[in-house]
């Protein structure tokens, strides 16, 4: 038997070792259960939507990849540098639903890291709600992994592999076993992350599909998110400064990585073969048109994917006097601050949760009218 220790301040993160089962079959536990995420799981049948029922979406629907883009092609960097010169009309279209297609494979390994990760968090948690939450979750992670698969496979016919960089970060997330670091991992940076790119999705694809996907992806992962602050806001405080200053910096290593490295031409090397392009001098193109200034304009859009990343972390406490530096080169923390915490992905959610309804609504009366 081991004692579970605290790292929160309402002890919801209380965590008993990988072999710790018999930790959580002790009576007094059942009693301690928090109640910091009963909101949360309480709103869990109002964003219920299955992934294989046309009611909710439709991945068939006709869309022409052959003349059309499912992005626009001016947001892929390397349509934007000279590379763009030495391809056709007709290539130039392929590469940008291939970037897609890079992109949104790279989504779906996301998807399944943070449903690992969720039900990895069910075997060392030991309080019971902060449990329940977690296994909540899993289950809605894994319809996001079921829906992003069924639409890569409807447009492309199979998914990309993971990229290196990608790869290695989720197995470090899901492997870990320092909790702090498994809970900002997935609570804070993979869905930080992950509402930066459903927002850009749907703000700018021109698929109605992918526009309803990320629509109703995001009706989860708005509560997912809120539960990264709330873990912030709760165990943060009650650190000691040696931990926390491990697990800001943890973040802003996987900061560092995820942006410099996870659109790198040297992960997308499989993109460029097809199209008899050496990576290295796709690499050199883009430096030239691909600079910090340019990264850094980028960042000042509401949807931007590391905008919305950094906000985040903002928010939740993870960047402090001593991380600050590190991010306000790329973003001024002080406008993102005075924003609140609200991101354009909340909005977006809000949208999802409306349609839900409506779509519930009509099931329930034709359940009635059928019974």
């Known amino acids: 038997m081991t004692e579970a220790t605290s790292v929160s301040r309402s002890g919801a993160f209380r965590a008993v070792g990988p072999a710790g089962f018999l930790d959580q079959i002790q009576v007094p536990r059942y009693a301690e259960r928090t109640d910091l995420f009963d909101e949360i799981i309480a709103e869990t049948h109002r964003h219920f939507w299955d992934p ?85 979750q899993a289950r809605e992670e894994a319809r996001h992994v079921t829906a992003f698969n069924c639409y890569i496979t409807t447009r492309w016919g199979t998914p990309l592999p993971a990229s290196e960089v990608l790869g290695n970060l989720l197995k470090d997330l899901v492997d870990q076993t320092d909790v702090p670091r498994k809970i900002v991992g997935m609570q804070l940076l993979v869905e930080g992350l992950a509402m930066g790119i459903f927002a850009s999705l749907h703000a700018k694809s021109h698929d109605p599909v992918l526009r309803r996907l990320t629509q109703l992806v995001m009706t989860d992962e708005a509560f997912h998110h809120r539960a990264g602050k709330l873990w912030g806001r709760d165990a943060l405080p009650m650190m000691d400064e040696k931990a926390r200053n491990g697990v800001e910096d943890w973040a802003a290593q996987c900061f560092q990585i995820l942006m410099f490295n996870m659109l790198h031409p040297s992960q997308k090397q499989a993109l460029y073969a097809p199209l008899g392009l050496d990576w290295q001098w796709v690499r050199d193109a883009m430096k030239e048109s691909y600079t910090s200034d340019v990264r850094r304009a980028e960042m000042g859009e509401s949807t931007n994917v590391f905008r919305v990343l950094v906000k985040t972390l903002l928010h939740a406490g993870i960047i402090t006097d001593r991380t600050r530096p590190l991010y306000a080169q790329w973003v001024d923390l002080g406008s993102l601050m005075t924003e609140g915490e609200a991101t354009v992905g909340d909005a977006i959610a809000a949208e999802g949760l409306a349609f839900l309804a409506g779509v519930n609504a009509t099931r329930r009366s034709r359940h009635d009218t059928a019974a």
């Open 52 to 136: 294989l029922d046309t009611a909710y979406i439709r991945y068939d629907e006709p869309f022409d990849m052959a003349t059309q883009t499912v992005m626009p092609a001016q947001i892929v960097p390397e349509l934007n540098s000279s590379v763009a010169d030495r391809l056709t009309e007709a290539q130039r279209i392929w590469f940008a639903n291939e970037s897609a297609r890079w992109w949104l494979s790279s989504v779906l390994h996301g998807e399944q890291g943070a449903l690992a990760l969720s039900a990895s968090l069910c075997h060392v948690l030991n309080d019971p709600g902060t449990v329940e939450y977690a296994a909540n």
